[in-house]
């Protein structure tokens, strides 16, 4: 068990009483100051800091953690308490055990005996916390190729929660690298995707976000991504984020040069987190208190302020802290001349480099490690899996041996059973082929009495036109004519006899009777019987045959009675053909047939599930041809809308049906 009690080493001892020291020597050194400034301006007085430190022990609250991780299954159970542990430290910038337990929780989910999507669910978690260790210690890189194969493994089994957590510490990493552009794309593009349930992610994305715009001097865009994520973190009542977005709009000010905006907003900040435990932002705003002193010139306590960063940033094993601080340091006594004290900490700061080079190097070796492990592992099971396969294989000789006598009994009835069987398979295939084959001959007998009745109605509906034209033009051409004759001969006699007169009016009015009829004229059928239900019997009597399934809808039927009857009967003709080409080429099971009458348009849709054709490809036939004639007569347009194995959809569309019913 990996705790997070560590003792100070000689050199952070010795760095604790110097500090005393030097606080209390700046002390005194400012107070000459003071008293030799009092007359001057106060505004380049530095203002009275407290730069406190504590050595970090464990909490007893974690001890139950620690405890229950000795007994604890294999498993979910371990992961369970893990991701607490390492809740905590990454809370508390102990930087140290979170790599010893993500490692830990790596090591233990590649040895973990699941299935492969059920494991990548967790070494996502695992490479997550391993990529946030190295943020910590500056290790960018390291923390860059974590993220990635994390995020690879969250989209592999749609782990959504932590393909955002990968997102944001890939985004943090790009930030810390310089990589600003590539930072914002990547957080913009996921704050479009984040859902409602992770608030507190899209508050994180809001801060990076303006994090990197304020890198890139955008501070208006960066205030307002900073107010988002308060906006957010306040209806969570999130004190810690509020905090962090507090030290960030310091920042903000800072970088516009606001220095006297800046530092109350770094003091207060670190001195609620110092209360409410929050020591990560507690240490970070005493290092940014620091780096501020040595901006506006006030060296000495900037340096006093940077020891104290410095202490706690071995305490918490944190290699970015410490590397900042030293870099500040250097400067400081650079700025002085002192620089006996500027070469010890640039020496510091060469031993911190290079352990962040040896810890990088070490990351690399200890992922060889786990993977080496993991194939050891993996060999251990297979070594296992044979084992086991050669018990299997001598119990099964045993087996054959004792049975031998049976399997030789056996082999003489097999070829026996065997015949028996073949000959059972053939009489019931030989059976199959004579339903299916009786199948097919009933379909075929449906089918041609299907075609046979719309033949016949079709001959039917012909022949009653055709009757109709010929009575239609005897009316119009014989009698129409004869009429029109003596209307002709009374006209010239009945100026002068009112008689003739009246006789002339009366032969008037019945030629224009039998004019009218003559036009007319329709079958008896379409007057006697509403058109929807002529046209709902015509489906059921296809449906009767099994071959098809007709459906027609009507919408709305009541005005669709009312269209003209010549209308109807071209309408009626239309869909005979349309059926008909269906039964003969389609092969469908089903038609839905759709009449539509809104306003004046009136709308058509015959839907088939058949085999469909290639509409580029396919010449039109004589029953296609027939109907493109009769919607031209009606004046409407047809649309065909068909590919293989996909069906076919045909649309005709009358869209002035009065205009249409007066020319006709």
Known sequence: MHLNYRSFSNQSLLLFFSLLFLNTAIGLSQGKEIEKEKEKDTSNIAPMIYFGWAQRTTPKSLEPYYKELKTAEYGVQRFSIIDQLLDFHIRKTNTDSVVHYANLYLKEVNNWSQTPKIKERFSSKANYYLGKGNVMNGLYDNAV???????????????TEFKYKHKL??????????????????????????????PSLKTQNYILLGKAYRFNNNYIQAQNYYDKASKVSK??????????????IAKLKEAQNDFKGAFPEYETTRNEAKEKGFDAIYFEGSLLIARLFYKQGFYDIAVLGLSTAYINAIDSDNLQFQRESLIIQSRCFQEQNDYENAYASMTQLFRVIGEI?????KAIIKELEVQYETLEKEKEINTLEEDKLLKEAELSRQKTIKNAFLIGFLVILIPIIALLFVYYQKLQTQSELSKKQEEINTQKVKSLIQEQELNLIKAAVEGQDEERKRIAQELHDSIGGNLAGIKLQLSSLAKDSDALKTINTQIDETYQLVRDISHTLIPKKFKQNAFTDL?????????????????????????INKIDEKIQ????????ELMTNTQKHAKAKNVDIHLNL????????????????NTLEKETGIG???????????????HIDSSENRGTVIAIEIPDLKKTVHEL
């Open 624 to 638: 296609l041809k027939n109907i493109t004639s009769r919607i031209k007569k009606l004046k409407g347009t047809l």
């Open 169 to 198: 510490g890939l985004a943090q990493s790009y930030i810390s690298q310089g990589n600003i552009d590539k930072a914002i794309g990547l957080l913009e593009k996921s704050l479009s995707e984040f859902t409602p349930e992770f």
């Open 357 to 361: 080079n040896e810890r990088q190097q």
């Open 235 to 248: 209806t969570l009542d999130d004190e810690e984020t509020l905090l962090t977005i507090r030290l960030e």
């Open 535 to 559: 046209v709902q019997e015509f489906a059921n009597s296809i449906s009767r045959t099994n071959t098809i399934q007709v459906a027609f809808h009507p919408h709305p039927k009541e005005n």
């Open 569 to 576: 009967v071209e309408l009626f003709k239309i869909l005979q």
């Open 145 to 159: 190729k974590w993220f990635l194969q994390g995020l690879q493994e969250a989209e592999e089994t749609n782990y």
């Open 598 to 613: 809104i306003g004046d348009e009136l709308s058509l849709l015959f839907e088939d599930n058949g085999k469909g054709f």
